[in-house]
């Protein structure tokens, strides 16, 4: 008991030390912790939306529209083929949710037609993996009468959906991240939902409007023989799309066939025109995207094309002099917020699905200023009832429990600021119950040297004994609560995990403090005053 290797002693001092010096910046204001020297910590505890105030969003994707999506790729996929192959149809539109049907004028070329919608819509090596096995995207049936069906497989819509929404949380992540919104929660919730939790966000509506948008764009030719003024039906593979800032009603006739789609977009940049004053978007394009552009723009010198953005045009200059630098600029009546916010959208990357708010709620800073004073209230509350019981039944190992406390609880804060947690409620609640789980293992230790003290062992011996016997049982205890709390971490949402993630913290630096610090302090005691009975 008296003997405790040195190395201990150094690392359990220089570790209080770390603690120590990671925990201080929470005491000190925003301004206060930018002036603090460069070598020192400058992270804080970051605090959750039900303490600092925000904005709460519950957002649900349109997981059909993925599948509309594709069966409109179908239906102009197989249009190409069929007439490539010169084969005639006189009907060829999506059926229901899930199917394309096809009605041939000549039933003759049914097996020719079918075989080469195969080959276009399934070519060999594609298809989607389930359970690491392949499986057909598209099921096709076919009648003698000329009737051609190609439908989604029931795999392949789950798989769609599912992959959506993955997508779909990357894309939300990238557009808050640009905002500059400081530890946003961003997670899945349920099949096709996705909570969002905005600390610090007092007007959500940019937020919303940023992710109310798909920002699928596209590069598209203008059909200057259509005219939507006078001709109310557009031409076969034509589109009549408003313009965006213009009157409404005002129309744009444009060629469905995409010439470079956004994804080739690398990046997107808000700047003001030096020669105009205006706010334009510089943007540029991959190789792939680039090269695109450009054979596009040195085919069509004179003739306008469309910029598209979630099927509205948002410019459609003429096309002065080919562009083979691979960017271009987006002119328009933006402001500086306006033109930011579309370079967000570009820089993010469009949604595979529209997504739509179901629920909305937003707190008010003075909430969480009330939330932060009634949980230091409480904190402070359990801490003085815990601090008088230990001293009043255990005395001087009572005393020594509580500076184990103290230290517990700084290693705590220091350790959520080193991981840059986010501190909620449910947190703060976990901190409150920490304190009593830092002391149970003091308790076990206390009584097993009472018990060995009244069986007559010297107070070497006592304490010796009472450490080494509630050791198994501490770390049963403990061990236990570390398998709760990570059931409740990898079954939670974010609340619940900020919970999960603070007790387990102050566990595992209960063991630090309850059976080394409390050892250390006590073999000093004892070596220091060699007492005749222990003060238990």
């Known amino acids: 008991m008296l003997h405790i290797q040195t190395w201990k002693v150094i690392a359990a001092t ?46 649900e994707v349109d997981t059909r529209a993925v599948a509309r999506e594709r069966l409109n790729n179908v239906v102009e996929s197989t249009r190409n083929a069929l007439r490539n192959a010169r084969i005639g149809y ?48 598209l099921s096709f049936a076919s009648t003698p009468d000329g009737d051609i069906t190609v439908t ?42 996705i909570l969002i939790q905005l600390p610090g966000v007092q007007d959500p509506e940019r937020i919303k409007r940023l992710l109310g948008q798909t920002a699928k764009m596209s590069f598209r030719m203008v059909d200057t023989s259509a005219n ?13 799309l408003d313009v965006e800032g213009e009157a409404p009603g005002q129309k744009v006739a444009v060629r469905k066939k995409i010439e470079v789609a956004g994804e080739n977009l690398v990046d997107a940049q808000a700047s003001s025109d030096s020669r105009t004053g205006q706010w334009v978007v510089n943007f540029k394009f991959d190789s792939v995207g680039a ?18 953005l979630d099927d509205k045009v948002i410019s459609y200059p003429v096309i002065r002099e080919p562009i083979l630098g ?21 820089r993010a990357g469009a949604l595979p699905a529209p997504l739509t708010i179901i629920e909305e709620r937003t707190v008010g800073p003075d909430l969480g200023a009330d939330a932060i004073r009634g949980g230091i209230i409480a904190t402070l509350i359990g801490f003085v009832l815990v601090v008088s019981y230990m001293f009043v039944f255990y005395g001087r190992f009572g005393f020594y429990a509580n500076v184990a406390l103290v230290v517990n609880l700084v290693l705590s804060l220091g ?16 901190l409150l119950l920490s304190m009593g789980l830092s002391v149970d293992a003091n308790v076990l230790i206390n009584e097993r040297i009472r018990e060995e003290t009244k069986l007559g062992r010297s107070p070497v011996g006592a304490l010796d004994a009472g450490f080494k016997r509630a050791f198994s049982t501490i770390i049963d205890a403990n061990f236990t ?54 003060p238990v």
């Open 14 to 59: 220089i570790l209080c030390l770390v603690g120590i010096v990671f925990a201080a910046p929470n005491l000190l204001s925003p301004e206060q912790v930018t002036q603090l020297p460069r070598w020192l910590p400058h992270q804080r505890d970051n605090l959750g939306l039900d303490l600092q105030g925000g904005a709460y969003l519950l957002l």
């Open 90 to 137: 006189t009907r060829l539109s999506p059926s229901g949710e899930r199917s394309v049907a096809v009605k041939l004028r000549d039933a003759a070329q049914t097996a020719q037609a079918l075989d080469l919608m195969k080959k276009e819509l399934e070519p060999a090596g594609s298809g989607i993996m389930v359970l690491g096995q392949a499986k057909p995207e």
């Open 152 to 193: 989604l497989t029931e795999e392949a819509i789950v798989d769609k959906a599912r992959k959506a929404v993955e997508q779909s949380i990357e894309i939300v992540r990238r557009r808050i991240d640009e905002t500059g919104v400081s530890e946003p929660q961003i997670a899945r919730q349920g099949q096709d939902r």
């Open 228 to 240: 939507p003024q006078i001709d109310r039906t557009p031409p076969v593979g034509t589109d009549y």
């Open 291 to 308: 090269r695109r552009f450009g054979d596009v723009t040195r085919e069509n010198v004179g003739k306008p094309f469309a910029i598209v």
């Open 326 to 346: 691979g960017s271009g600029q987006i002119s328009g009546n933006y402001t500086a917020a306006t033109a930011n916010d579309l370079a967000v959208l570009l």
């Open 415 to 430: 350790a959520l600021s080193l991981l840059q947690a986010t501190l909620t409620l449910p947190g703060i609640a976990g």
């Open 481 to 534: 609560t570390l398998i709760k709390m990570l059931i409740l971490f990898a079954l939670g949402s974010g609340p619940i995990k900020g919970f999960a993630v603070t007790i387990s913290i102050a566990i595992l630096i209960s063991l630090f403090t309850a059976t080394l610090l409390v050892r250390i302090l006590m073999a000093d005691w004892l070596r220091a005053t060699r007492p005749k009975t222990i």
